[in-house]
């Protein structure tokens, strides 16, 4: 094993954004990689094997960069930059922060945070339709609201119209006090709670006033031709097969679709097949629709998130290997 030396300049401004607090991003990638980081005014010596060596370096560098553009540095930017370079990935961190789909009624811009996300907002511009698949925290729905509000505001769309299948998740409907929009208005509050972080209430009521954004139950979509608007249907692993294919041929000239889901967390009956599963099959092949997969590593919530996405997919996947080898026996 070759021990090697480097040294490299970060600017005292942006050596705590980078090194964390109390040095905690620091500490991870000592551990992970094995090496010694000592900073001394402004320039930082890395001690350890080359490859190690190399490896740190690269990280310090994606992350000054992103301190230096303005970018608070998170757990998640140092453990995505980490696996990135493990795996030889083409493409850094920087490269994808540079990509600011749209900012926030405070100012914050949004924009992807992993390569699976830079992959999903491509697409989003490119296809008519895009199908965003992946666990919970991946940015599915949230990106799509922004590349929808994003193309409002640019007048490529007239109008933005958000639904999602009204399941009970374990609970009825009757059961809810109130009449049917109360008892619908849950299902539908995520969608809320995003478009007002991005456009704001205020804004969000007046456009919805005027017809030209409308949040509503995907059995609303019957029968009706959608042209010139961004449609996004969210929880589509909910749908059932007709349900999904009425929608699909709802589409109209002028329009551009984004369908998202976790296959994973469906609240159908059982037995029930998923529509999503069904129309992922049926159009793969169709040119100008573009089906995004994300994984655990595009989950951009909490740390403990991912960690958790990750545990539920090889405890499902060892589970079902069980089940597997239980059928052959009994065969």
Not at 291 to 306: G, S
């Amino acid at each position: 094993m070759s021990l090697s030396e480097t040294i490299i300049d970060i600017p005292m401004e942006h050596e705590k954004n980078v090194f964390g607090q109390f040095d905690a991003y620091a500490k991870k990638l000592e551990r992970t990689f094995h090496v010694t980081l000592i900073a001394r005014d402004g320039d930082i010596k890395i001690l350890g094997e080359a490859t190690a060596v190399d490896r740190t370096k690269r990280i310090l560098e994606q992350l000054t960069e992103l301190s230096r553009r303005g970018s608070t540095i998170t757990e998640q930017n140092v453990d995505y930059a980490i696996s990135l370079v493990y795996d030889d990935s083409e493409g850094d961190l920087v490269e994808i922060d540079q990509d600011v789909i749209c900012h926030t009624l405070q100012g914050k811009p949004i924009k992807p945070k992993t390569i699976g996300q830079k992959k999903y907002t491509d697409a989003i511009r490119s296809k008519m339709i895009t199908f965003g698949l992946g666990p919970a925290g991946t940015g599915k729905t949230y990106l799509a609201m922004a590349m929808a509000v994003t193309a409002f505001k640019h007048n490529e769309v007239n109008r933005i119209i958000l639904t999602r299948p009204a399941i009970e998740a374990g609970e009825k409907l009757g059961f809810l006090p109130g009449d049917l929009q109360s008892k619908i208005d849950p299902y539908l509050r995520p969608l809320y709670d995003a478009l007002y972080e991005i456009m704001g209430a205020e804004s969000f009521v007046r456009n919805s006033e005027k017809g030209l954004i409308e949040v509503a139950p995907l059995a609303y979509m019957r029968g009706r031709t959608l042209d010139n608007a961004f449609i996004i249907l969210d929880e589509a692993q909910n749908t059932t097969p007709a349900q999904m294919k009425m929608f699909l041929t709802r589409i109209g000239f002028g329009s551009k679709v984004v369908v998202t889901g976790d296959s994973s967390q469906k609240d159908l009956p059982a037995g029930a097949v998923s529509g999503l599963d069904v129309a992922v099959k049926v159009v793969k092949n169709i040119e100008d629709i573009k089906i995004c997969t994300l994984t655990n590593r595009d989950v951009v919530r909490h740390p403990l998130v991912q960690k958790i996405v990750k545990a539920y997919e090889e405890f499902e996947k060892k589970n079902g290997r069980t089940k597997e080898r239980g059928r052959t026996r009994g065969r």
